[in-house]
């Protein structure tokens, strides 16, 4: 008995003693914080430690007692002393800006991004800021798989996505479309919409015809609105000055005045409002005399949020308002007298935009229903179009009479949408909603003066968890359009766990675009082209086929975020404009059969204590339309695209530095030579995007930025193939007016 006893003591002498483990949690998800550092410190020594995947981390043998203190971007430090050699839990709360990683486009209710089943990419408050953008244009520059387009002569700003064209992109705010000249959401201006009362932007690459609607074949960018804020009272305030190319001072380049007022008026009352100014002088170039190369452009905007709030629901109504005055300055043209006196004259027009929008919406939950939204929507655009004759010797104006020369559009659109969140046991949730359109279309340039299409939907999906690590997000959507019938779009998402950290997607889904008033409608007549309307279009339908891979994983003492995505999308009866036969002065809109886009993007992002870096590259390919006059001609033309984002934060001085880089490689395509009919290859040329930024805080209340834009000064593309659009054709396509650089200073005052 005691030889058994002697064997029994050695054994358990002869154990090692287990490691002791701390686990480091989030509080909110309730899953282990991946490489987060923790600095453990002896009296002889101090060591740099990560934990793993799963949050955990095996201490070594150490001289106790030690201190030790964490260290992440997304949480706050955390210092605690260890006296013995035990196992210990920590949980952490993520920073507010971290908290950023909650998304709502698509969802349910609010998400974080690994739990999604969709993949939604954010660009948040802070990155805008960082990057100084007042357009939505300038917050999209630097993403891959988007290509901005430009038009001089009225401003626009418009957004391409995965190779599919700007009509088929839908811009919304809060969920609720913007209605812009052009319709609905669809091919929206992106320099027409405020950026200072954005939280952050959520981009959904695919068909979202599911929740909203039609004519989002490409995609969606929904624009979530601040609506919370800490303090009883926040006042804000800035100016920014930006050189136009070379041009700069008081009455050249771009000026912006911004106050934005946010008031706690009780415990479930609040306010928010700002105004806006930009000012943006125009861009002279080496345009004759009196013109410009970029027009001026003058706008004002507004927005106003009041929200009512419980802990179960909130009620809140937004208001928006944009006024914008674009002027085109003629050349001077003599105009010579009957005494032979000179009276120079020149011919310039005016484009002034406005839009006003209401919407009243309603979210949260109840006994019955887990997540509820409610909203209806009134938004107002005009455009008028105003050409005159004017006296430069004594400053007199007088409108002219030729066809089109003076011109009121207007665009009155009626939404309302809501969704219901049902749970079915445990494992699946049910989605139940509707959602309605009434758009109205007026002007001379409208068939008939006044043109509307109605639109009705009802939709429903389901998340069903059949197994801990894959999840199931199957929907269809059932529309009627008063144009075009009856539409059942169907869709699929799949999520699958293959970690704690890594996160596989498959998603399908079907789009459909009917054709907008414009497109069936529209009489535009200048002296130099003409362009109708074609009441006889099919709408467009597309397929959508997507695969995204997301992983984390340590690279050294380095965490890594790898984001990998594929896509491939067919669009049936695509809607573009096409010439007139016999009448090279005159074109309409057609269906162009079948277009297809597929690509791969690849994006990586890392942090080193105060130093972050975000690279990707993309490679898309867009089929050839003409390869049935050709079978020999390449299927895809693809181009290549790269770009880089590059922060340190010098701690000690309260700055941050940001670089940014994108390169968007040649643009190809094949047509058909004016000359001789043959089939050429030509496109739009390549090009380097490089961008600066210092933030500085001088103090508690003020922020000073510097920054350059566009630092290799490029204004024009050359473009060897088709001419471009209606205003900007020829050998060239705009890019920007060159190298700027701009200030901004911030003041923020906070009341408890």
Not at 305 to 320: A, C, D, M, N, Q
Not at 635 to 655: D, M, R, T, V
Request: proline share 3%; with cysteine; aromatic share 10%.
């Amino acid at each position: 008995m005691n030889q058994i006893a002697r064997i029994i003591l050695l054994a358990v002498i002869c154990i090692p003693a287990q490691a002791q483990q701390l686990v480091f949690m989030d509080e909110e998800e309730q899953v282990g914080i991946p490489y987060l550092t923790v600095i453990v410190s002896e009296q002889a020594r101090t060591l740099h430690l990560f934990t793993d995947a799963q949050g955990r981390l095996n201490l070594p043998a150490l001289n106790y007692p030690v201190r030790l203190q964490t260290s992440h971007i997304n949480y706050p430090a955390l210092s605690d002393t260890l006296r013995s050699a035990t196992n210990k839990t920590y949980g952490l709360k993520a920073k507010t800006n971290a908290l950023n990683d909650v998304i709502v486009t698509g969802q349910f209710a609010p998400q974080s991004m690994r739990n999604s089943v969709f993949r939604v990419a954010t660009i948040t408050r802070e990155e805008i800021e960082n990057r100084g953008a007042i357009t939505l244009e300038q917050a999209l520059q630097n993403r891959l798989n988007m290509r901005i387009s430009q038009d001089l002569a009225i401003g626009n700003a418009t957004v391409s996505l995965q190779g599919i064209s700007a009509q088929n992109v839908k811009i919304l705010i809060d969920g609720v479309p913007l209605v812009n000249r052009n319709g609905n959401g669809n091919a929206a201006d992106l320099s027409q919409i405020n950026l200072q009362q954005i939280e952050r932007l959520e981009i959904v690459e695919g068909p979202m015809a599911i929740n909203y609607g039609a004519n989002a074949l490409a995609g969606v960018v929904n624009l979530i609105t601040k609506k919370d804020f800490e303090r009883s009272t926040e006042v804000s305030a800035f100016v920014q000055s930006e050189t136009a190319g070379n041009e700069a001072g008081p009455r050249n380049g771009k000026h912006v005045q911004s106050l934005q007022v946010n008031k706690k008026l009780s415990k479930k009352w609040s306010l928010l409002s700002h105004i806006q100014h930009n000012d943006f002088q125009g861009f002279t170039g080496s345009a004759p005399l009196r013109t410009h190369e970029w027009n001026p452009k003058n706008q004002l905007l507004g927005s106003l949020l009041v929200k009512f709030e419980t802990p179960k629901k909130s009620i809140y109504y937004r208001g928006e308002a944009l006024n914008e005055l674009i002027e085109d300055f003629g050349r001077p043209q003599n105009n010579f007298q009957p005494n032979g006196q000179n009276q120079p004259f020149a011919i310039d027009e005016t484009y002034t935009s406005q839009r006003h929008t209401h919407q009243l919406q309603a979210e949260g939950r109840s006994d019955v229903f887990k997540q509820y939204n409610l909203f209806l929507s009134f938004s107002d655009f005009q455009r008028q179009k105003s050409r005159f004759s004017k006296n430069l010797i004594n400053g007199e104006e007088r409108l002219t009479t030729g066809e089109g020369d003076q011109d009121l559009s207007t665009y009155r659109v009626w939404e309302s949408g809501g969704s219901t969140q049902l749970s079915v046991g445990s494992k699946t949730d049910i989605q139940l909603g509707y959602q309605l359109s009434l758009e109205k279309v007026g002007g001379g340039r409208i068939a008939k003066g006044r043109q509307g299409i109605e639109e009705y939907s009802v939709y429903s999906s389901a998340e069903w968890m059949i197994h801990p690590k894959l999840v199931l997000r199957p929907g269809v959507r059932f529309t009627h359009n008063s144009s075009f019938g009856q539409q059942l779009i169907p869709a699929l998402q799949v999520k699958y766990e293959l970690s704690s950290l890594n996160q596989l997607r498959l998603s399908y889904g079907r789009g459909f675009r009917a054709p907008s008033v414009r497109e069936l409608y529209f009489e535009f007549v200048d002296s130099n082209h003409r362009i109708f309307g074609n009441p006889n279009l099919k709408p467009e339908t597309s397929h959508h086929v997507g695969l995204n891979l997301v992983a984390h994983y340590s690279l050294g003492k380095q965490a890594v975020q790898t984001d990998i995505n594929l896509f491939y999308n067919q669009i049936e009866d695509q809607i573009g404009i096409g010439q007139l036969p016999n009448d090279i002065t005159s074109a309409t809109y057609i269906n162009i059969n079948q277009f297809k886009t597929l690509g791969i993007n690849i994006q990586k992002q890392a942090t080193w204590r105060e130093l972050g870096v975000a690279l990707g590259a993309a490679y898309v390919g867009r089929s050839n339309r003409l390869q049935n006059l050709s079978p020999s001609l390449e299927q895809y033309l693809y181009s290549p695209e790269l770009n880089a984002h590059i922060s340190y934060h010098f701690k000690a001085w309260g700055s941050r530095l940001n670089l940014y880089y994108k390169y968007t490689g040649k643009l190809q395509s094949y047509f058909v030579g004016s000359e001789n009919n043959t089939i050429q290859l030509g496109g739009i040329e390549d090009y380097h995007w490089l961008e600066a930024t210092i933030n500085q805080h001088i103090s508690k209340r003020w922020q000073m930025l510097l920054g350059a834009r566009n630092l290799f000064n490029i204004r024009q593309l050359s473009n060897s193939g088709a001419g471009g659009g209606a205003h900007s054709g020829g050998s060239s396509v705009a890019l920007s007016y060159g190298r700027s650089y701009f200030i901004k200073i911030s003041y923020n005052l906070q009341f408890k």
